[in-house]
């Protein structure tokens, strides 16, 4: 049996899933966009869904804002400016909220930065992905260098702060050289954060279908760490498998994922992890996936795609999965006050998984070591094969 005695933090996360163009490695629900995107009427499916969802989260107060996709970028900022109002008249927010905005290099998007500050947005993520041409080519980015570091010079003159610049590695044809020059050029553009995360073919992509060839291994691993080293060196402290922050700037949002704390999904496609103190549970939710048939369904029921209330063991294996992640780990005690079960119903998957170095632990604190990072799949499976066995 579950028990709450608190509720963990509350994040919202808002989906909008046009893009320009599919890219050929994606596997988020996004959509090109072939005709004008209904901004207009999306916004208002958006704010009838997060009426929907209130009774959810009655009285508690959000600590971040994410508008992923997609592309939000692509969207005016005044129907962004009506969005962020709508929400601000139905939830009550944290002084400070970080609210981030995700953004390609396109220069369209660019012009709208200074614009997307003036309506509230303070944090911008910005898909860089490489700013090798040739590696974009074969990433089917829409985008070329130039654009790239036009982009975050672009953020910093409309007075963004704090800007993070995704970028991948492992890329098809990609060299440790090139990847090293990736994140040389990124520092140069003094950004606060830094997303650096390997290439992963996914299901339902046209590389899953296509595969390109790799890197091996062991190449891979190599780049992993000599960027790590390269990044250390410039300020940046790696918090998580692929996040980079200079001090303080540490992604709030994410880290709330990654603590498994709560959070609101409104939007095609977008989930939420909602604990309830009152019924002693977690339950899961997700939202209807297309867009124009989520569009005709938001103000109704039927705009959910599924509910799914987590087991005990599920729970467990679900914080674990996440937290894990942390390089500096986690307090023990956040297992209890976010899954809401004692740490005992784990103990044996930690124990393995201590046997195997894969973390060290103390009364205090649950970290993965160097090991256990590299090797994180295999960690987690141990946490896996236990969930099953309960």
Not at 137 to 144: A, D, Q
Not at 297 to 321: D, V
Request: aromatic share 10%; net charge negative; proline share 6%.
């Amino acid at each position: 049996m579950f028990t709450f005695t608190s509720l963990p933090p509350l994040s919202l996360y808002v989906h909008l899933p046009w893009c320009v163009r599919k890219c050929p490695y994606c596997d988020f629900n996004s959509h090109a966009s072939r005709n004008p995107v209904p901004e207009a009427a999306y916004i208002d499916a958006l704010i009838a869904d997060l009426e929907q969802d209130l009774p959810l989260v009655w009285g508690r107060s959000i600590e971040s804002i994410f508008i992923g996709g997609g592309t939000p970028s692509l969207f005016a900022p005044q129907h962004i400016d009506r969005l962020l109002s709508e929400i601000r008249a139905r939830l009550p927010m944290h002084p400070g909220l970080e609210i981030t905005l995700e953004a390609n290099p396109g220069t369209v998007e660019q012009t709208k930065f200074q614009e997307f500050k003036a309506v509230g947005i303070n944090r911008l993520s910005i898909g860089i992905q490489s700013f090798d041409p040739g590696l974009l080519e074969k990433l089917g980015r829409i985008h070329g260098t130039e654009e790239a570091l036009t982009a975050a010079a672009m953020a910093t003159k409309a007075g963004f702060d704090n800007f993070n610049l995704d970028l991948m590695f492992g890329l098809p044809g990609q060299s440790i050289d090139l990847a090293i020059a990736d994140i040389e050029q990124a520092i140069t553009l003094a950004p606060t954060h830094i997303s650096h995360y390997q290439l992963t073919i996914e299901p339902n992509t046209l590389f899953h279908r296509q595969p390109p060839e790799l890197p091996d291994e062991d190449i891979i691993w190599e780049m992993q760490l000599q960027c790590q080293r390269l990044l250390s060196d410039h300020g940046y402290v790696h918090y998580e498998v692929s996040a980079y922050a200079r001090e303080e700037y540490q992604c709030i949002h994410n880290l709330n994922y990654w603590t498994f704390g709560d959070y609101l999904g409104i939007g095609a496609g977008a989930h939420s992890k909602i604990t309830d103190a009152r019924q002693q549970d977690i339950a899961r939710a997700w939202k209807i996936k297309h867009p124009a048939v989520y569009l005709e369904k938001a103000a109704t029921p039927q705009r959910i795609g599924g509910i799914n209330k987590l087991t005990q063991s599920e729970a467990g294996l679900e914080f674990m999965m996440n937290a894990l992640r942390l390089t500096n780990g986690f307090p023990a005690a956040l297992f209890f006050q976010h899954a809401g079960l004692p740490i005992t119903v784990i103990e044996e998957s930690l124990q393995q998984a201590e046997q195997k170095g894969f973390i060290e632990r103390d009364i205090k604190i649950i970290r993965p070591t160097e090991h256990g990072q590299r090797f994180l799949n295999e960690l987690l499976t141990l946490f896996v094969k236990n969930e099953h066995a309960a």
